[in-house]
């Protein structure tokens, strides 16, 4: 009962402070004063009565209460005349009133100033920074692989510019990126496509500018207003020594993109890429691996060193003068690109040579001729082209660059089952894409991929290759599509966007669909105890970790995979043509081969030995795959960039990793 007692009495008395505050300023102030009065007059009172050395009259006494309470007030407490005492209380309260005003002015600015620069206004001073225009999830793999490029630099810093709140933005990188190191990550909230805003990141004295592309079936529209936006933000903007990175989802958007980025600016194709790297995979079990192995800045990457003493020499001899690199192929001095040049070409005098190494100081030269073991070097004849069984599990906008990709690369009689829901495999798309093809011959089957009955029924285990790619239902992708699009409007609309997650996002919904098929598909392989070949496309690289898959499956994911090409290209231009040539299904690519066809099986070689085989096929040998650990991390078996010096011991199954003609 007391205790309903004390509440209630602290409610009445919260109730009736909350009722003086919402007076106004002047019941305030009032308030104020009486309560100052009701305080320091009897603590005055009691400091002059207490005192031995006090007047000894009343009216002594009351004189020094009120200068001991004037004093407090800073009112002065002046003695003397009516007269005297009314001017001296005025100059005091004059003087209180303009250092409060002072004071209260002072404070205001400085409010202001934090709020500006928590909202993200303000404009950032860099020089030779990166920035990153767009938000979505592809800014965490971005940044994480710019802090791993900059590791080794001082000063290093990252400008980030979304219709985000700058604090959530800071929070979100905080949380997902981890360690940054020595780099410094600055966050700007405004429009990506408003020049004014543009300029609060500075672009025209960055190094490189990545423009990231949205989620949603506007996204492309974005993209393509961001960079005629950083076009127009001013002189140099986007221009000169900056390197523009975009990327823009839809192939039908890629030359629009290309046109607004200018002949300096490197757009990159999603769809076009991911189909071209499903496709390879498919035919190179393992090469997924690979190319996260040379993407990643944590691992071997690409890097131009200068030729020095093989200048004028053939380029054969290049692939034996470095121990602990790589070299894979030529820079010339225009910027062109060649790789897997003949072994006879010449290295002319402004030639750099390309290698894969740990580091752009790890390229030493370091001749290692001496440990080719000519009698363990083998010659195997070309294979024989077989026609394969393959299938294709769910369809997508990607779908119809996937079959045509198949259809270079496949023998002839090469056949390919396509299932997917019935409303994309009627769809005239889907049709029209086989009437061009060549070699492959493709038939449609209506069937839901995450249907157990529907995988049952395909035999899926007789299969030579399986590639599953994310699909959704009709209905929603079209309410998703409807859903981005009003986001987006909200985006640019507003200053800051809403911080709500999309839930009707098709990406992650395709995802969900394909963890479902993957299940359904391991359950196959262990009752028939197989192992699938299996290349699954995903869009979130979280989902992939969540996979039912074995151990160093190949998957093939969209955002990291963007996100590692566009970091490497803003950090060497010159990247661009290589990857263009290694994507491409008539240029060199990376093959793994079986190890048995270049040195003997079972005997102990220097990696140098399957180095010099592969040289005399025109090939660059760059590391091996071990199927006896291909299910064991972190690294699956796969070794790049190995040791020429140190001995291997190859057995039948094993890979030997080369780059070489399609």
């Not at 002949?263 to 769809?271: A, E, F, I, S």
């Not at 660059?401 to 409303?423: H, K, M, N, R």
């Not at 093959?591 to 592969?614: C, I, M, N, W």
């Amino acid at each position: 009962m007391a205790q309903q007692h004390t509440t209630s009495l602290r409610l009445r008395l919260r109730y009736r402070f909350d009722h003086l505050v919402s007076g106004g300023t002047t019941a305030l102030i009032g308030w104020l004063a009486l309560a100052c009065l009701a305080v320091v007059i009897p603590a005055s009172m009691v400091l002059v009565w207490s005192d031995r050395a006090a007047p000894a009259t009343l009216a002594g006494r009351l004189t020094a209460v009120w200068v001991s309470a004037g004093q407090t007030l800073k009112i002065g407490g002046a003695v003397g005349s009516p007269l005297y005492v009314l001017a001296s209380v005025s100059l005091a309260l004059v003087a209180l009133l303009f250092v409060s005003t002072l004071v209260s002015l002072i404070t205001t600015g400085i409010n202001q100033r934090i709020l500006s620069l928590r909202l993200g206004h303000s404009t950032v001073v860099e020089t030779r920074h990166t920035v990153v225009l767009g938000w979505s999830d592809q800014v965490f793999p971005v940044i994480g692989e710019l802090v791993a490029a900059n590791a080794n630099q001082r000063r290093s810093a990252i400008a980030v510019l979304a219709p985000q709140d700058k604090v959530w933005m800071e929070d979100e990188i905080t949380t997902r990126v981890g360690d940054i190191g020595r780099t410094r990550i600055i966050c700007r909230n405004g429009s990506t496509t408003d020049p004014s805003e543009l300029c609060r990141v500075s672009p025209r004295t960055a190094k490189a500018v990545l423009v990231l592309p949205p989620t949603g079936d506007t996204g492309d529209v974005q993209v393509v207003k961001t960079l005629l936006a950083l076009d127009a933000a001013g002189p140099g903007a986007g221009e000169g020594e900056a390197v523009v990175v975009a990327a823009v989802r839809d192939s039908r958007s890629h030359l629009t993109a290309r046109l607004a980025a200018g002949p300096t600016g490197h757009v990159l194709c999603v769809d076009d890429i991911v189909a071209r790297l499903l496709v390879q995979t498919a035919r190179q079990p393992g090469l997924s691996l690979v190319y996260s192995e040379l993407l990643d800045f944590e691992g071997d990457e690409f890097y131009p060193v200068a030729a020095g003493g093989l200048v004028g020499h053939a380029f054969g001899e290049a692939l034996l003068a470095f121990a602990t690199s790589s070299a894979v192929g030529l820079l010339h001095a225009d910027g062109s690109v060649t790789l897997n040049p003949d072994p006879g070409a010449e290295i002319g005098p402004a030639d750099r040579i390309i290698v894969i190494s740990q580091d752009d100081d790890t390229a030493v030269r370091a001749d290692v001729a001496a440990h080719v073991d000519e009698d363990a070097i083998v010659t195997a004849g070309p294979g024989l082209a077989q026609a394969e069984r393959l299938l294709l599990l769910g369809w997508n906008r990607r779908a119809p660059l996937v079959i045509e990709q198949l259809d270079q690369y496949v023998s002839p009689g090469t056949s390919l089952d396509v299932v997917a829901l019935g409303e994309y495999a009627a769809t005239p798309g889907a049709r029209a894409v086989t009437e061009t093809l060549s070699r492959l011959e493709v038939s449609f089957r209506e069937g839901d991929i995450t249907d157990p009955r529907t995988l049952a029924k395909l035999d899926v285990t007789s299969y030579h290759s399986v590639i599953v790619i994310g699909e959704t239902e009709p209905w929603v992708s079209a309410s998703a599509s409807a859903s981005a699009s009003v986001s987006a409007s909200a985006s640019n609309a507003s200053p800051v966007a809403s911080l709500a997650p999309v839930v009707t996002d098709p990406e992650a919904r395709a995802d969900d669909r394909t963890l479902v098929a993957l299940l359904h598909l391991r359950a196959i392989g262990a009752a028939a105890q197989r192992e699938l070949a299996l290349t699954t496309e995903m869009s979130d690289d979280g989902n992939r970790l969540l996979a039912p898959a074995r151990e160093g499956a190949d998957f093939i994911v969209s955002g990291r995979l963007i996100s590692l090409l566009m970091t490497q290209i803003s950090e060497s231009p010159y990247l661009a043509e290589v990857f263009e040539e290694l994507f491409k299904a008539e240029g060199h690519e990376f093959h793994l081969k079986p190890a048995t066809d270049y040195v003997r099986a079972g005997q102990e070689v220097s990696f140098a030995t399957a180095v010099e085989s592969a040289r005399r096929r025109r090939e660059c040998a760059v590391g091996y795959r071990l199927r006896a650990r291909s299910a064991t991390g972190p690294d699956y078996g796969l070794r790049i960039n190995p040791d020429k010096r140190q001995k291997v011991r190859f057995s039948e199954g094993d890979w030997l990793i080369v780059l070489a003609e399609s």
